[in-house]
Protein backbone atom coordinates (compact mmCIF):
# COMPACT_ATOMS: atom_id res chain seq x y z
CA UNK A 1 0.00 0.00 0.00
CA UNK A 2 1.79 3.11 -1.28
CA UNK A 3 2.17 5.72 1.29
CA UNK A 4 1.63 8.65 -1.34
CA UNK A 5 -0.27 11.83 -0.24
CA UNK A 6 -3.00 12.96 -2.37
CA UNK A 7 -6.24 14.95 -2.02
CA UNK A 8 -9.00 13.13 -0.40
CA UNK A 9 -12.57 13.40 -2.28
CA UNK A 10 -14.15 14.94 -0.10
CA UNK A 11 -11.73 17.96 1.14
CA UNK A 12 -13.35 20.35 -0.61
CA UNK A 13 -14.34 21.97 2.57
CA UNK A 14 -10.41 21.58 3.99
CA UNK A 15 -8.31 23.97 3.28
CA UNK A 16 -5.41 22.37 4.91
CA UNK A 17 -4.12 18.90 4.92
CA UNK A 18 -5.13 16.14 7.22
CA UNK A 19 -2.09 15.27 9.67
CA UNK A 20 -0.39 12.18 9.01
CA UNK A 21 -0.86 10.19 12.28
CA UNK A 22 -4.76 11.01 12.02
CA UNK A 23 -4.58 9.51 8.63
CA UNK A 24 -3.09 6.34 10.23
CA UNK A 25 -5.48 6.61 13.08
CA UNK A 26 -8.83 6.96 11.37
CA UNK A 27 -7.91 4.64 8.44
CA UNK A 28 -9.76 1.15 8.32
CA UNK A 29 -8.54 0.37 4.53
CA UNK A 30 -6.17 -2.41 6.05
CA UNK A 31 -9.01 -4.30 7.58
CA UNK A 32 -12.17 -2.75 5.52
CA UNK A 33 -10.66 -3.80 2.47
CA UNK A 34 -11.91 -7.67 2.41
CA UNK A 35 -15.45 -6.01 1.65
CA UNK A 36 -13.82 -5.05 -1.68
CA UNK A 37 -16.30 -7.75 -3.26
CA UNK A 38 -19.43 -6.76 -1.97
CA UNK A 39 -18.59 -2.74 -2.02
CA UNK A 40 -18.52 -3.16 -5.84
CA UNK A 41 -21.64 -5.25 -5.96
CA UNK A 42 -23.37 -2.65 -4.22
CA UNK A 43 -21.69 0.24 -6.26
CA UNK A 44 -22.67 -1.54 -9.37
CA UNK A 45 -26.57 -2.00 -8.94
CA UNK A 46 -26.60 1.07 -7.47
CA UNK A 47 -25.34 2.44 -10.84
CA UNK A 48 -27.58 0.37 -12.43
CA UNK A 49 -30.82 1.99 -10.72
CA UNK A 50 -29.02 5.69 -11.15
CA UNK A 51 -29.10 5.02 -15.36
CA UNK A 52 -32.37 3.07 -14.96
CA UNK A 53 -33.80 6.25 -13.39
CA UNK A 54 -32.18 9.02 -15.82
CA UNK A 55 -30.37 10.58 -12.83
CA UNK A 56 -26.91 10.02 -14.60
CA UNK A 57 -26.80 8.84 -18.29
CA UNK A 58 -27.21 5.42 -19.15
CA UNK A 59 -24.02 5.57 -21.11
CA UNK A 60 -22.20 6.72 -18.04
CA UNK A 61 -23.72 4.22 -15.85
CA UNK A 62 -22.65 1.27 -18.52
CA UNK A 63 -18.63 3.05 -18.33
CA UNK A 64 -19.13 2.90 -14.41
CA UNK A 65 -20.23 -0.31 -14.16
CA UNK A 66 -17.80 -1.80 -16.90
CA UNK A 67 -15.00 -0.05 -14.87
CA UNK A 68 -15.90 -1.36 -11.30
CA UNK A 69 -15.50 -4.74 -12.95
CA UNK A 70 -12.22 -4.13 -13.95
CA UNK A 71 -11.46 -2.94 -10.34
CA UNK A 72 -12.68 -5.72 -8.77
CA UNK A 73 -10.26 -8.09 -11.29
CA UNK A 74 -7.45 -5.85 -10.70
CA UNK A 75 -7.59 -5.87 -6.51
CA UNK A 76 -8.78 -10.19 -6.82
CA UNK A 77 -4.80 -10.33 -8.39
CA UNK A 78 -3.07 -8.05 -6.42
CA UNK A 79 -2.60 -5.22 -8.96
CA UNK A 80 -4.83 -2.88 -7.80
CA UNK A 81 -2.72 0.24 -6.31
CA UNK A 82 -3.98 1.77 -2.57
CA UNK A 83 -2.97 4.67 -1.07
CA UNK A 84 -2.63 6.17 2.17
CA UNK A 85 -5.23 8.94 1.14
CA UNK A 86 -7.78 6.51 0.14
CA UNK A 87 -8.95 5.63 3.99
CA UNK A 88 -10.98 2.99 3.39
CA UNK A 89 -12.05 0.37 0.41
CA UNK A 90 -15.08 2.58 -0.62
CA UNK A 91 -13.16 5.65 -1.04
CA UNK A 92 -10.10 3.57 -2.62
CA UNK A 93 -12.88 2.22 -5.56
CA UNK A 94 -14.04 5.68 -6.34
CA UNK A 95 -10.67 7.38 -6.22
CA UNK A 96 -9.83 4.31 -8.61
CA UNK A 97 -13.05 4.60 -10.60
CA UNK A 98 -12.83 8.39 -11.63
CA UNK A 99 -8.59 7.65 -12.05
CA UNK A 100 -9.60 5.09 -14.69
CA UNK A 101 -12.95 6.88 -16.83
CA UNK A 102 -12.77 10.57 -15.04
CA UNK A 103 -15.08 13.31 -13.81
CA UNK A 104 -18.08 10.14 -14.63
CA UNK A 105 -16.60 8.04 -11.97
CA UNK A 106 -17.28 10.48 -9.59
CA UNK A 107 -21.28 9.65 -10.41
CA UNK A 108 -21.27 6.50 -8.98
CA UNK A 109 -21.69 8.02 -5.43
CA UNK A 110 -24.76 10.15 -6.32
CA UNK A 111 -27.29 9.83 -4.48
CA UNK A 112 -25.71 7.99 -0.90
CA UNK A 113 -23.06 8.31 1.40
CA UNK A 114 -20.40 6.30 3.18
CA UNK A 115 -23.08 5.92 5.55
CA UNK A 116 -25.45 3.71 3.91
CA UNK A 117 -22.91 2.52 1.67
CA UNK A 118 -20.37 0.30 4.58
CA UNK A 119 -24.15 -0.77 6.47
CA UNK A 120 -24.88 -1.65 2.71
CA UNK A 121 -21.09 -3.89 2.50
CA UNK A 122 -21.72 -5.22 5.49
CA UNK A 123 -25.18 -7.30 5.10
CA UNK A 124 -23.87 -8.49 2.27
CA UNK A 125 -20.77 -9.58 3.69
CA UNK A 126 -22.66 -11.25 6.47
CA UNK A 127 -25.48 -12.46 4.55
CA UNK A 128 -22.74 -14.62 2.48
CA UNK A 129 -21.06 -15.83 5.86
CA UNK A 130 -24.21 -16.79 7.25
CA UNK A 131 -24.58 -19.22 4.44
CA UNK A 132 -21.10 -20.38 4.56
CA UNK A 133 -21.11 -20.85 8.65
CA UNK A 134 -24.87 -22.69 8.20
CA UNK A 135 -23.02 -24.96 5.51
CA UNK A 136 -20.57 -25.79 8.08
CA UNK A 137 -23.09 -26.10 10.95
CA UNK A 138 -24.92 -28.98 8.79
CA UNK A 139 -22.02 -30.94 8.18
CA UNK A 140 -21.15 -30.94 11.87
CA UNK A 141 -24.65 -32.32 12.41
CA UNK A 142 -24.28 -34.40 10.08
CA UNK A 143 -21.07 -35.52 11.62
CA UNK A 144 -22.62 -35.80 14.87
CA UNK A 145 -25.77 -38.07 13.37
CA UNK A 146 -23.33 -40.59 11.82
CA UNK A 147 -20.90 -40.73 14.77
CA UNK A 148 -24.70 -41.91 16.33
CA UNK A 149 -24.92 -44.28 14.22
CA UNK A 150 -22.27 -46.07 14.45
CA UNK A 151 -22.52 -45.76 18.38
CA UNK A 152 -26.38 -46.75 19.04
CA UNK A 153 -24.98 -49.48 21.09
CA UNK A 154 -22.28 -47.96 23.05
CA UNK A 155 -23.52 -47.63 26.52
CA UNK A 156 -21.26 -44.68 28.70
CA UNK A 157 -21.91 -43.34 31.99
CA UNK A 158 -24.38 -40.53 32.08
CA UNK A 159 -22.81 -37.31 34.47
CA UNK A 160 -24.24 -35.04 36.38
CA UNK A 161 -22.18 -32.85 39.00
CA UNK A 162 -19.26 -34.52 37.45
CA UNK A 163 -20.83 -37.44 39.00
CA UNK A 164 -21.97 -40.46 37.58
CA UNK A 165 -25.47 -40.51 37.37
CA UNK A 166 -27.22 -42.69 35.05
CA UNK A 167 -25.98 -45.66 31.71
CA UNK A 168 -27.00 -43.67 28.67
CA UNK A 169 -26.44 -44.46 25.11
CA UNK A 170 -23.33 -42.77 23.71
CA UNK A 171 -25.64 -42.07 20.73
CA UNK A 172 -27.90 -40.45 22.84
CA UNK A 173 -25.19 -38.24 23.66
CA UNK A 174 -24.25 -36.90 20.52
CA UNK A 175 -27.28 -36.14 19.40
CA UNK A 176 -27.41 -34.13 21.81
CA UNK A 177 -24.94 -31.68 20.22
CA UNK A 178 -26.70 -32.26 17.02
CA UNK A 179 -29.92 -30.48 19.00
CA UNK A 180 -27.39 -27.86 19.96
CA UNK A 181 -26.42 -27.22 16.43
CA UNK A 182 -29.97 -26.98 15.28
CA UNK A 183 -30.73 -24.13 17.56
CA UNK A 184 -27.79 -22.59 16.56
CA UNK A 185 -28.70 -22.61 12.76
CA UNK A 186 -32.52 -21.73 13.60
CA UNK A 187 -31.11 -18.66 15.43
CA UNK A 188 -28.63 -17.93 12.15
CA UNK A 189 -31.38 -18.12 9.94
CA UNK A 190 -33.60 -15.88 11.80
CA UNK A 191 -30.71 -13.51 12.41
CA UNK A 192 -30.11 -13.83 8.53
CA UNK A 193 -33.67 -12.33 7.84
CA UNK A 194 -32.36 -9.09 9.90
CA UNK A 195 -29.73 -8.68 8.21
CA UNK A 196 -31.25 -9.14 4.61
CA UNK A 197 -32.52 -5.43 4.41
CA UNK A 198 -31.04 -2.86 2.52
CA UNK A 199 -30.11 0.53 3.80
CA UNK A 200 -28.72 1.53 0.44
CA UNK A 201 -30.60 5.03 -0.50
CA UNK A 202 -30.80 6.29 3.03
CA UNK A 203 -27.92 8.25 2.33
CA UNK A 204 -26.09 9.79 5.06
CA UNK A 205 -28.76 10.12 7.70
CA UNK A 206 -31.88 12.08 6.03
CA UNK A 207 -32.90 10.16 2.67
CA UNK A 208 -32.03 12.28 -0.85
CA UNK A 209 -34.06 14.57 -3.10
CA UNK A 210 -33.21 12.65 -6.00
CA UNK A 211 -35.60 10.00 -7.40
CA UNK A 212 -34.01 6.65 -6.18
CA UNK A 213 -35.93 3.40 -7.16
CA UNK A 214 -34.47 1.65 -3.94
CA UNK A 215 -37.20 -1.35 -4.29
CA UNK A 216 -35.48 -1.88 -7.62
CA UNK A 217 -31.90 -1.40 -6.14
CA UNK A 218 -32.77 -4.00 -3.48
CA UNK A 219 -33.73 -6.50 -6.14
CA UNK A 220 -30.58 -6.13 -7.80
CA UNK A 221 -29.08 -7.23 -4.45
CA UNK A 222 -31.09 -10.03 -3.50
CA UNK A 223 -32.26 -8.23 -0.68
CA UNK A 224 -35.61 -9.21 0.74
CA UNK A 225 -37.03 -5.61 2.12
CA UNK A 226 -35.84 -2.26 1.95
CA UNK A 227 -34.99 -0.43 5.36
CA UNK A 228 -37.90 1.76 6.57
CA UNK A 229 -36.33 4.42 8.43
CA UNK A 230 -33.08 6.53 6.96
CA UNK A 231 -31.42 7.54 10.10
CA UNK A 232 -32.34 3.89 11.73
CA UNK A 233 -30.73 2.53 8.47
CA UNK A 234 -27.71 4.06 8.76
CA UNK A 235 -26.78 3.59 12.36
CA UNK A 236 -27.89 -0.05 12.80
CA UNK A 237 -25.73 -2.42 13.37
CA UNK A 238 -28.21 -4.41 15.76
CA UNK A 239 -27.57 -7.00 13.40
CA UNK A 240 -23.49 -7.09 13.93
CA UNK A 241 -24.29 -7.66 17.41
CA UNK A 242 -27.06 -10.23 17.12
CA UNK A 243 -24.61 -12.03 14.99
CA UNK A 244 -21.69 -12.50 17.06
CA UNK A 245 -24.36 -13.36 20.12
CA UNK A 246 -25.85 -16.05 18.07
CA UNK A 247 -21.62 -16.86 17.19
CA UNK A 248 -20.96 -17.01 21.24
CA UNK A 249 -23.68 -19.46 21.74
CA UNK A 250 -22.29 -21.79 18.92
CA UNK A 251 -18.77 -21.05 20.11
CA UNK A 252 -20.62 -22.38 23.69
CA UNK A 253 -22.14 -25.74 22.38
CA UNK A 254 -18.64 -26.07 20.43
CA UNK A 255 -16.97 -25.49 23.83
CA UNK A 256 -18.72 -27.95 25.56
CA UNK A 257 -18.18 -31.00 23.45
CA UNK A 258 -14.35 -30.34 23.25
CA UNK A 259 -13.94 -29.96 27.19
CA UNK A 260 -15.93 -33.45 26.89
CA UNK A 261 -13.00 -34.33 24.74
CA UNK A 262 -10.25 -33.42 26.66
CA UNK A 263 -11.95 -34.96 29.85
CA UNK A 264 -12.20 -38.41 28.04
CA UNK A 265 -9.15 -38.38 26.19
CA UNK A 266 -7.17 -38.53 29.90
CA UNK A 267 -5.70 -41.57 31.28
CA UNK A 268 -8.26 -41.32 34.22
CA UNK A 269 -11.02 -41.62 31.44
CA UNK A 270 -9.95 -43.34 28.95
CA UNK A 271 -13.05 -43.11 26.96
CA UNK A 272 -12.30 -41.44 23.59
CA UNK A 273 -8.74 -41.51 20.98
CA UNK A 274 -8.47 -38.29 19.26
CA UNK A 275 -6.84 -39.01 15.91
CA UNK A 276 -3.05 -37.90 15.65
CA UNK A 277 -4.18 -35.13 12.92
CA UNK A 278 -6.09 -33.47 15.41
CA UNK A 279 -3.32 -33.45 18.59
CA UNK A 280 0.22 -32.42 19.02
CA UNK A 281 2.98 -33.71 21.29
CA UNK A 282 4.64 -32.40 24.23
CA UNK A 283 8.82 -30.44 23.50
CA UNK A 284 10.06 -32.01 26.22
CA UNK A 285 7.87 -35.62 27.22
CA UNK A 286 8.12 -37.96 24.52
CA UNK A 287 5.22 -40.12 25.89
CA UNK A 288 2.52 -37.07 25.49
CA UNK A 289 -0.49 -36.62 22.79
CA UNK A 290 -2.15 -33.79 23.39
CA UNK A 291 -5.25 -32.65 22.77
CA UNK A 292 -4.75 -28.73 21.36
CA UNK A 293 -6.94 -28.55 18.90
CA UNK A 294 -9.80 -29.19 21.35
CA UNK A 295 -8.42 -26.84 24.30
CA UNK A 296 -7.62 -24.43 21.22
CA UNK A 297 -11.69 -23.92 20.28
CA UNK A 298 -12.27 -23.71 23.86
CA UNK A 299 -10.25 -20.97 24.31
CA UNK A 300 -11.28 -19.32 21.18
CA UNK A 301 -14.83 -19.53 22.79
CA UNK A 302 -13.80 -16.82 25.05
CA UNK A 303 -12.33 -14.76 22.45
CA UNK A 304 -16.21 -14.79 20.10
CA UNK A 305 -17.13 -13.21 23.59
CA UNK A 306 -14.45 -10.96 24.13
CA UNK A 307 -15.54 -9.81 20.08
CA UNK A 308 -19.43 -9.36 21.22
CA UNK A 309 -18.71 -7.55 24.74
CA UNK A 310 -16.48 -5.25 22.20
CA UNK A 311 -18.99 -4.52 19.75
CA UNK A 312 -22.31 -3.96 22.54
CA UNK A 313 -19.80 -1.39 24.19
CA UNK A 314 -18.70 0.41 20.63
CA UNK A 315 -22.98 0.70 20.47
CA UNK A 316 -23.67 1.88 23.98
CA UNK A 317 -23.79 5.45 23.82
CA UNK A 318 -23.99 6.47 20.43
CA UNK A 319 -26.37 9.80 19.84
CA UNK A 320 -28.34 9.40 16.58
CA UNK A 321 -26.89 8.70 13.70
CA UNK A 322 -23.94 7.71 12.14
CA UNK A 323 -20.73 8.17 14.11
CA UNK A 324 -17.05 7.01 13.43
CA UNK A 325 -16.99 5.02 16.62
CA UNK A 326 -18.89 2.59 14.09
CA UNK A 327 -15.65 1.83 12.34
CA UNK A 328 -14.63 0.09 14.94
CA UNK A 329 -18.06 -2.99 14.33
CA UNK A 330 -15.39 -4.55 11.30
CA UNK A 331 -12.46 -6.12 13.20
CA UNK A 332 -14.65 -8.04 16.40
CA UNK A 333 -17.25 -9.00 12.95
CA UNK A 334 -14.57 -10.58 10.57
CA UNK A 335 -12.63 -12.08 13.50
CA UNK A 336 -15.98 -13.76 15.13
CA UNK A 337 -16.41 -14.93 11.31
CA UNK A 338 -12.99 -16.60 10.67
CA UNK A 339 -13.08 -17.95 14.24
CA UNK A 340 -16.19 -19.59 13.89
CA UNK A 341 -15.83 -21.05 10.31
CA UNK A 342 -11.86 -22.22 11.71
CA UNK A 343 -13.52 -23.99 14.70
CA UNK A 344 -16.19 -25.59 12.94
CA UNK A 345 -14.23 -26.81 10.19
CA UNK A 346 -11.65 -28.15 12.03
CA UNK A 347 -14.41 -29.78 14.41
CA UNK A 348 -15.92 -31.63 11.55
CA UNK A 349 -12.76 -33.96 10.69
CA UNK A 350 -11.62 -34.48 14.36
CA UNK A 351 -14.89 -35.46 15.33
CA UNK A 352 -14.94 -37.84 12.50
CA UNK A 353 -12.22 -39.53 13.15
CA UNK A 354 -12.67 -40.39 17.03
CA UNK A 355 -12.43 -43.70 18.38
CA UNK A 356 -14.30 -44.61 21.69
CA UNK A 357 -13.25 -46.89 24.05
CA UNK A 358 -16.77 -48.80 24.01
CA UNK A 359 -15.60 -51.57 26.66
CA UNK A 360 -14.50 -48.41 29.11
CA UNK A 361 -17.61 -46.62 28.88
CA UNK A 362 -19.26 -49.93 29.67
CA UNK A 363 -17.31 -50.95 32.62
CA UNK A 364 -17.60 -47.51 34.33
CA UNK A 365 -21.37 -46.72 33.04
CA UNK A 366 -21.86 -49.69 35.45
CA UNK A 367 -19.75 -48.51 38.55
CA UNK A 368 -21.77 -45.79 41.08
CA UNK A 369 -24.70 -47.60 41.44
CA UNK A 370 -25.70 -45.74 38.32
CA UNK A 371 -29.23 -47.93 38.20
CA UNK A 372 -30.43 -46.93 41.77
CA UNK A 373 -32.81 -44.67 39.91
CA UNK A 374 -34.09 -47.71 38.10
CA UNK A 375 -34.50 -49.72 41.61
CA UNK A 376 -36.60 -46.40 42.59
CA UNK A 377 -38.73 -46.70 39.83
CA UNK A 378 -39.44 -50.36 40.03
CA UNK A 379 -40.54 -49.69 43.94
CA UNK A 380 -42.88 -47.06 42.20
CA UNK A 381 -44.74 -50.06 40.32
CA UNK A 382 -45.40 -51.50 43.72
CA UNK A 383 -47.15 -48.41 44.75
CA UNK A 384 -44.55 -46.55 46.74
CA UNK A 385 -44.57 -42.82 46.26
CA UNK A 386 -41.57 -42.04 44.61
CA UNK A 387 -40.35 -39.71 47.55
CA UNK A 388 -40.47 -43.00 50.03
CA UNK A 389 -38.75 -44.93 47.68
CA UNK A 390 -35.70 -42.46 46.55
CA UNK A 391 -34.94 -42.57 50.72
CA UNK A 392 -35.48 -46.64 50.90
CA UNK A 393 -32.86 -46.95 47.62
CA UNK A 394 -30.59 -44.19 49.57
CA UNK A 395 -30.18 -46.04 52.40
CA UNK A 396 -29.85 -49.53 50.66
CA UNK A 397 -26.82 -47.65 48.67
CA UNK A 398 -25.15 -46.83 51.94
CA UNK A 399 -25.67 -50.23 53.03
CA UNK A 400 -23.90 -51.67 50.06
CA UNK A 401 -21.38 -48.89 49.64
CA UNK A 402 -20.24 -49.55 53.62
CA UNK A 403 -20.25 -53.95 52.74
CA UNK A 404 -18.13 -52.80 48.84
CA UNK A 405 -21.10 -54.09 47.38
CA UNK A 406 -23.00 -53.92 44.48
CA UNK A 407 -27.18 -53.85 44.28
CA UNK A 408 -26.88 -56.54 42.02
CA UNK A 409 -24.91 -58.66 44.43
CA UNK A 410 -27.49 -58.12 47.52
CA UNK A 411 -29.58 -61.26 48.26
CA UNK A 412 -33.44 -61.12 48.46
CA UNK A 413 -33.72 -61.30 51.95
CA UNK A 414 -31.43 -58.59 52.98
CA UNK A 415 -33.13 -56.40 50.05
CA UNK A 416 -36.59 -56.64 52.72
CA UNK A 417 -35.15 -55.19 55.51
CA UNK A 418 -35.49 -52.47 53.39
CA UNK A 419 -38.54 -52.53 51.92
CA UNK A 420 -40.63 -56.17 52.64
CA UNK A 421 -42.58 -55.46 49.00
CA UNK A 422 -38.98 -56.22 47.05
CA UNK A 423 -39.04 -59.36 44.42
CA UNK A 424 -37.18 -61.39 42.02
CA UNK A 425 -37.93 -58.78 39.70
CA UNK A 426 -36.19 -56.01 41.18
CA UNK A 427 -32.77 -57.71 39.70
CA UNK A 428 -34.30 -57.45 36.07
CA UNK A 429 -33.99 -53.30 35.84
CA UNK A 430 -30.45 -53.20 37.91
CA UNK A 431 -28.21 -54.25 34.55
CA UNK A 432 -27.14 -51.12 32.86
CA UNK A 433 -28.37 -52.21 29.41
CA UNK A 434 -31.99 -53.09 30.78
CA UNK A 435 -32.05 -49.62 32.23
CA UNK A 436 -31.00 -47.95 29.39
CA UNK A 437 -33.30 -49.58 27.15
CA UNK A 438 -36.11 -48.96 29.76
CA UNK A 439 -35.81 -44.96 29.26
CA UNK A 440 -38.30 -45.15 26.62
CA UNK A 441 -39.89 -41.84 26.73
CA UNK A 442 -39.96 -39.56 23.97
CA UNK A 443 -36.72 -38.19 23.32
CA UNK A 444 -35.11 -40.74 25.84
CA UNK A 445 -31.89 -42.76 26.05
CA UNK A 446 -33.40 -46.18 24.91
CA UNK A 447 -32.51 -47.28 22.05
CA UNK A 448 -35.35 -47.66 19.66
CA UNK A 449 -35.96 -43.67 20.83
CA UNK A 450 -32.73 -43.15 20.26
CA UNK A 451 -33.17 -45.07 16.28
CA UNK A 452 -36.15 -42.32 16.29
CA UNK A 453 -33.93 -39.24 17.15
CA UNK A 454 -31.50 -40.32 14.34
CA UNK A 455 -34.41 -40.82 11.81
CA UNK A 456 -35.64 -37.67 12.44
CA UNK A 457 -32.55 -35.68 12.74
CA UNK A 458 -31.68 -37.61 8.65
CA UNK A 459 -35.37 -36.59 7.77
CA UNK A 460 -34.27 -32.80 8.46
CA UNK A 461 -30.61 -32.88 7.67
CA UNK A 462 -28.94 -30.46 4.70
CA UNK A 463 -30.75 -27.53 5.90
CA UNK A 464 -27.82 -24.90 6.07
CA UNK A 465 -27.42 -21.85 3.43
CA UNK A 466 -30.74 -23.34 1.16
CA UNK A 467 -33.43 -23.56 3.88
CA UNK A 468 -31.98 -20.42 5.71
CA UNK A 469 -32.78 -18.83 2.95
CA UNK A 470 -35.91 -20.31 1.22
CA UNK A 471 -34.28 -21.93 -1.42
CA UNK A 472 -34.37 -25.18 -2.94
Not at 84 to 110: C, F, N, S, W, Y
Not at 133 to 160: H, M, S
Not at 185 to 213: F, H, I, K
Request: glycine content about 10%; aromatic content about 8%.
Amino acid sequence: MSGKTRRKLWSGRFSGETDRLVEVFTASLPFDVRLFDHDIEGSVAHCRMLGRQGIIPPADAERIVEALGEIREEIRSGAFRFVQADEDIHMAVERGLIERIGPAGGKVHTGRSRNDQVSTDMRLYLRAEIGDILDLVAGLQRTFVGLAKREVDTILPGYTHMQKAQPVLLAHYLLAFREMLARDAQRLGECLERVNVMPLGSAALAGTSLPLDRKYTAKLLGFGAVSANSMDAVSDRDFVAEFIFDASLLMMHLSRFCEDLIIWSSGEFGFVEISDAYTTGSSIMPQKKNPDVAELVRAKTGRVYGNLMRMLTVLKGLPMTYNRDLQEDKEPLFDTVDTVKASLMVLIGMAGNLTFNRQRMMEEAAKGFSTATDVAEYLVTKGVPFREAHGIVGRLVAYCIARGKGLEEIPLRELRKFYTGFDDGVYAVIPVKKAVNARSTLGGTAKKEVLKQIERAERTAGGGRRKAMGTS
